[in-house]
């Protein structure tokens, strides 16, 4: 069965800082993945997403991934962390067989002063 | 373009009454989707529909929920004699299918949810 594995719940970073969300994916087949986030009491918003053009995607507010076949990972980055990146990062992956959005457990991402 | 319209926005009820839940996709989407979420985790797939049609339901998805989508426009979830263990957020999604999505396969457009304690 297909699963996305987010390792690491709690994440702490201070201002400034590099960001490192981690994500790994079982699959047999190429997968599309995607990184969300999401605000307290708020819906999911799309980060960025692979689709196998570029290993290396770039999504909104300086976030990126790379996506890693060897490895089965699609970690999440970013150089300097802000005050306002403080929320629950959740990868998933899509396979075109079915409809749905595979989660993992999520990440919450605490940004010090 | 407006995004995903998701009605209540918080829901109490009781153990062993019913609700329902609306959610109206960005208009041209042709999917939605419903996903569960409990509190520390990630969204759980429940159900989606391809235009009016129900293509695929979780497990999860017990006799008690039942979803519709009767003009392949908005789409209602509802909960029969509702348990505690049914408190979540309740998500929709909605996204273009593969034949209309272009670079955009995959990418599902969430709404705000509706949250339901059940007392």
């Known amino acids: 069965a297909q699963s996305v594995t987010q390792l690491g719940s709690h994440v702490s970073v201070s201002e400034g800082a590099l960001v490192l969300l981690r994500c790994n994916y079982s699959s047999s087949v190429p997968p599309y993945l995607f990184w969300y986030v999401q605000y307290p009491n708020q819906g999911l918003q799309l980060l960025l997403k692979?689709?196998?053009?570029?290993?290396l995607v770039k999504g909104i507010n300086g976030f990126e991934a790379e996506f890693k076949k060897s490895e089965t990972s699609f970690h999440l980055t970013k150089p300097s962390a802000h005050m306002s990146d403080a929320a629950e990062y959740f990868c998933a992956v899509y396979y075109n067989q079915g409809g749905k959005l595979i989660f993992g457990q999520g990440t919450e991402l605490s940004v010090k002063p | 373009d407006t995004g995903v319209s998701q009605d209540p926005r918080h829901k109490i009820t009781k153990r062993g009454q019913n609700v329902t839940f609306r959610c109206d996709p960005i208009s041209e989407h042709n999917r939605l989707y419903w996903y569960r979420q409990t509190l520390g985790q990630g969204p759980e797939f429940l159900t989606y529909?391809?235009?009016?049609?129900?293509?695929?339901k979780s497990r999860l998805l017990s006799d008690r929920f039942s979803a519709e989508r009767p003009k392949g426009s908005f789409s209602t979830l509802e909960i029969q004699r509702t348990e505690q263990g049914d408190s979540a957020m309740y998500l929709c999604a909605s996204s273009l299918s593969q034949g209309r999505a272009s670079g955009r396969l995959g990418e599902q457009y969430f709404g705000p949810g509706t949250r339901l304690t059940v007392t």
């Open positions: 529909f391809q235009n009016e049609a129900q293509l695929e």
């Open positions: 692979y689709t196998s053009a570029a290993t």
